[in-house]
């Protein structure tokens, strides 16, 4: 890769990670063929864009963006796979379903919302984070929740002062 090749690499990593508050790097390595035929489908469906990297790359357009990664350059060893998402839960779903037929992907790291995941040991904890979406569901049912039950004990005792009356 010559030095303007790889100048115009960190540009488009650096505008993807611009573009994004979530980022997995994960170790993809070993996987056959089919495997990962599969795994890229799964993440297409999912909206989630796979990327294999070099880790040097990577590393300086991590250093070059506008977000913090704090630690996260350091698992930037071996072979690196970056998947980005606009749904934070998403890659780590998707990685722990493939986690069920095959030892990999293994999770390296993510950032998410400026928060920084390490480890492999993190990936439970990604697979379950609420999205944005879940998140506002919650919150409109248990604001619904209070006045449904004011509008069914009006409407209880509605029907009560009827019988009370006929």
Request: aromatic share 4%; proline share 2%; glycine share 6%.
């Amino acid at each position: 890769m010559t030095r303007e090749e790889k100048s115009i690499a960190i540009e488009d990593l650096t505008a993807q990670l611009a573009g994004t508050n979530i980022v997995y790097v994960s170790d993809i390595s070993g996987l056959d063929a089919e495997t990962t035929s599969n795994l890229r489908r799964a993440c297409f469906k999912a909206g989630i864009k796979l990327e294999v990297v070099k880790n040097t790359l990577l590393a300086k357009a991590m250093e070059a963006s506008d977000s913090d990664y704090g630690d996260l350059p350091s698992v930037l060893t071996g072979n690196s796979a970056i998947f980005i998402a606009d749904v934070a839960n998403a890659p780590g779903k998707i990685i722990k379903d493939f986690r069920k037929k095959a030892a990999k992907p293994i999770l390296k790291g993510a950032y998410i919302n400026s928060e920084i995941y390490i480890g492999d040991d993190q990936l439970d904890t990604l697979a379950t984070i609420k999205s944005k979406e879940e998140l506002i569901g919650e919150i409109i049912g248990l604001l619904q929740s209070p006045a449904q039950r004011v509008i069914s004990a009006l409407q209880n005792q509605f029907a009560n002062s009827e019988e009370t009356e006929a």
